[in-house]
């Protein structure tokens, strides 16, 4: 019998430690880590994954354009602030198809009450409104059930888009909201402190418009 409690002891004082691993800090993350963290974030607060599809004209003169994103952010934003929707967390990645090399976006919303197709006409206008059969397709949003694949599945095609594009390993292939990356960087930060996520209402982006 004393073997036996002498035994458990052991095993007890050597038990591996349940503490959460340590998380880096928010801005020691690399850009796709933290991309993976804005849609860890997106999914929790009810987000959704998007796909932008361009229009043609727009699509051709973005090939030529020697930082797309920035382009892109700028439209994007003087889009927001027409709708008054400048609060709308967002995130995109630039992609170039395999076939063709054609640009289209993938990324993740927060609408926070706005309604999906407010935010759907407000990007469609950003790169390019399509008519017809085709623009019926331009736009997809869905909800998010495994953010750790929509982020590895955003970024799969990057080196091959950099190719296409003609792009330099400098030019970013993304854009990132304010409002997106301070929920983002609030959200990590509260789980690295082991305060939980940010749950409460005050934390959550305020939008207008709806």
Not at 28 to 43: C, G, Y
Not at 169 to 182: A, F, H, I, K, N
Request: hydrophobic share 40%; proline share 5%.
């Amino acid at each position: 019998m004393m073997h036996d409690k002498h035994n458990l002891h052991i095993s007890t004082a050597h038990a591996p430690s349940m503490k959460p691993p340590i998380l880096r800090r928010w801005k020691d993350l690399t850009p796709e880590q933290r991309h993976r963290e804005i849609v860890r974030a997106v999914s929790k607060h009810n987000g959704q994954a998007v796909t932008l599809n361009m229009a043609p004209a727009f699509a051709d003169y973005l090939v030529t354009a020697a930082n797309p994103m920035r382009l892109i952010g700028k439209r994007m934003n003087a889009e927001l602030n027409v709708a008054d929707l400048a609060a709308l967390p967002i995130l995109l990645v630039l992609e170039a198809t395999r076939q063709d090399g054609r640009p289209h976006l993938h990324g993740v919303f927060i609408g926070n009450g706005t309604s999906t197709l407010k935010v759907q006409q407000v990007m469609r206008r950003a790169v390019g409104y399509i008519t017809g059969r085709s623009g019926s397709r331009q736009f997809k949003a869905k909800n998010i059930y495994a953010p750790d694949g929509w982020a590895s599945y955003i970024h799969k095609d990057r080196k091959m888009t950099r190719r296409l594009l003609a792009l330099s390993g400098d030019e970013r292939l993304s854009w990132v909201s304010r409002p997106m990356t301070q929920f983002a960087q609030n959200d990590y930060e509260a789980v690295r402190r082991g305060h939980g996520a940010t749950s409460n209402c005050n934390a959550k982006p305020r939008l207008h418009g709806n």
